[in-house]
């Protein structure tokens, strides 16, 4: 396994010095482009295409083929993570020429170092384990290229956190009534009629907002210090300031808005490391560091390797530890959402209904605090099993509600979140010993370098092949099986997504008005509708969910429940439309 592992590492990966130099010359490419395109954006373009040619050129020469592709591969990863940097820096133009161009109040901000040095220290620690691999790792393990990848998201978040927070402005606009949140990264533009939500928090609450310790959030961090937090929901997403004379901008910011849910009292938040808040706070570092950051694994890992650990024993533990993982996977994600015990009597209600027809009465409803329109099962058995429902969701009628909680009620009563993780692991053992087979008849690795290159990325190219096949199947059972819980059957399934679908597509088109640049704005395709053919090629072959205009015209139009009829028409249509017109 050993000898295996450092022949691949020898063959097909670059060093680790030579990996971030790559990835900096796509980031250099990038940023090429950027600097020439202010004086024009044609040339801008142009001076894109020349970069990345040379680097072709460049590559292919120095490395040779196919090991060029790798090579490659860290350029375009520099590029992407670059140009996700730097989406705001339209929007920051646009609106700091507007906000010159207007009468307009500036709200003081509060910046304390605490705040983002506090920030940074948790996103370190998140990835202790990580950097500790790639530095004491096997010299040539693969793995360390994977970390490589995750860590550059990581400081490109970073980059851009300590970005919005030295140079975060924040203008109100009365006559226009609008607030304009300026920063150089991040930049925000909405009517105050917009808020739906207005309250004051007394501090920061870090375990709620920082990226790694939450999850299913569409949280937006402006906050500089741990004073008074300004919180201001709107379609799509949540916002978070602090600002001076709190409580004078939130009286100021609230005339003339109807708020849904007005708290008139300042909500009290424990600090992070307040002994009350233990529980939480262990409970989201763990999530975060198997999840997020995976240094759970790759410490585990070096750990093993450090004691010379024999390679089947490594692999039996990380399974064992994998699988520790999944059994209490309802209790660390239940944290990590901060998810309660829904309060909504007639959410209680539907919930018992759907349950006890889908004879699994023990299964509870939770709620977490998240502008986005979705739900989410989670548990590897049912009586280890919950439904949680964002608090935007839980604004739908009822009847919406409904159909979303029986569509749930599947996949726990299936324990299609288990079964899902097995699924992944059973092809990533297949795809592991399919190569280790394959290695051990080749003597000279070399002389079969380039099939060998095309049979690993066809092995990686099938991966989400498979896992997109045993997702969308279970998917298209929990609408089918769900609309058999509920009284309006698949007809109340099919409104109920419809809804669903509508919420979120209108949500992601204000969000996209308040952050996006006005020339950038495209309209947003509705869920509803069929995608042009590449489009859909990529749903039904690629993604977790078929298309949700298909989900719903399958429901509508064929009204079966779950069986052979329906398992037919979903194989013959994930081929048909993703090849037809």
């Not at 040339?43 to 090991?67: D, K, N, R, V």
């Not at 959402?337 to 299964?363: Q, Y």
């Not at 064929?558 to 090849?579: A, L, P």
């Amino acid at each position: 396994m050993r000898k295996i592992i450092r022949i691949v590492g020898n063959y097909m990966f670059p060093s680790i010095f030579e990996t971030i130099l790559y990835l900096l010359l796509g980031c250099i490419i990038y940023m090429v482009g950027v600097l020439t395109g202010r004086w024009s954006s044609k040339l801008g373009y142009a001076s894109e295409i020349t970069g990345a040619i040379l680097a072709i050129g460049f590559i292919f020469y120095q490395q040779g083929f196919p090991e060029g592709f790798i090579y490659f591969a860290f350029v375009s990863a520099g590029y992407l993570s670059m140009s996700l940097l730097m989406t705001g820096q339209g929007k920051f133009g646009e609106l700091k020429e507007e906000v010159i161009q207007l009468e307009v109040e500036e709200i003081g901000i509060i910046r304390n170092n605490q705040r983002i040095l506090g920030e940074l220290g948790i996103s370190i620690l998140v990835f202790t384990g990580a950097f500790l691999y790639l530095i004491y790792g096997p010299e040539n393990s693969p793995l360390k290229y994977l970390i490589v990848y995750g860590l550059l998201i990581a400081i490109t978040e970073m980059i851009k956190r300590l970005v919005i927070y030295f140079t975060t402005s924040l203008y109100f606009s009365k006559q226009q009534g609008n607030l304009y949140i300026i920063s150089r990264l991040d930049s925000r533009k909405f009517s105050i009629k917009d808020i739906q939500e207005i309250t004051i928090e007394s501090t920061v609450d870090l375990l709620k907002l920082h990226p790694y310790l939450t999850l299913f959030t569409s949280n937006t961090d402006f906050t500089t210090s741990f004073n008074k937090v300004l919180r201001l929901q709107l379609p799509g997403e949540t916002i978070y300031l602090t600002i001076k004379e709190t409580e004078k901008w939130k009286t100021e910011l609230g005339t003339g808005t109807k708020f849904e849910n007005t708290i008139e009292n300042e909500l009290y938040i424990l600090p992070f490391y307040h002994k009350r808040n233990i529980k939480r706070l262990l409970g989201k570092f763990y999530f975060a560091i198997t999840v997020k950051g995976v240094s759970a694994y790759t410490g585990m890992i070096l750990l093993l390797y450090y004691f010379r650990t024999p390679a089947w024993l490594m692999v039996s533990i990380a399974i064992i530890y994998w699988l520790f993982n999944i059994y209490i996977s309802d209790r660390v994600l239940k944290v990590a959402m901060d998810a309660k015990l829904a309060t909504d009597p007639k959410v209680i209600s539907v919930a018992e209904k759907v349950f006890a027809k889908a004879n699994i009465p023990n299964v509870k409803v939770y709620e977490t605090d998240s502008a986005q329109y979705n739900g989410l099962a989670t548990g590897m058995n049912i009586g280890r099993s919950m439904v949680t429902l964002t608090t935007a969701t839980l604004k739908l009628p009822i009847d919406a509600i409904e159909g979303i909680l029986a569509h749930e009620a599947v996949h726990v009563k299936k324990r299609d979140i288990l079964f899902g993780q097995l699924y992944r692991v059973l092809l990533m053992l297949i795809v592991v010993v399919a190569l280790l087979f394959i290695f051990k008849q080749i003597s000279d690795v070399e002389a079969f370098a380039i099939p060998l290159f095309f049979l690993v990325w066809l092995l990686i190219i099938l991966f989400p092949l498979f896992q997109s096949f045993c997702s969308q199947l279970m998917e298209v059972r929990a609408d089918h099986l769900g609309a058999s819980f509920l009284d309006g059957g698949t007809l109340q399934m099919a409104n109920s997504l419809a809804t669903l679908a509508t919420s979120q597509d209108e949500a992601m088109k204000k969000t996209a008005e308040y952050s996006m640049k006005k020339n950038d704005l495209k309209e947003i395709k509705s869920s509803l509708a069929r995608s042009p053919r590449f489009l859909r090629f990529l749903e039904f072959q690629m993604m977790d969910h078929p298309p949700m205009y298909w989900r719903i015209y399958t429901l509508r139009v064929y009204g079966h429940k779950w069986g052979k009829e329906i398992r037919r028409r979903w194989w013959i249509d994930r081929f048909k439309e993703s090849f037809t017109k």
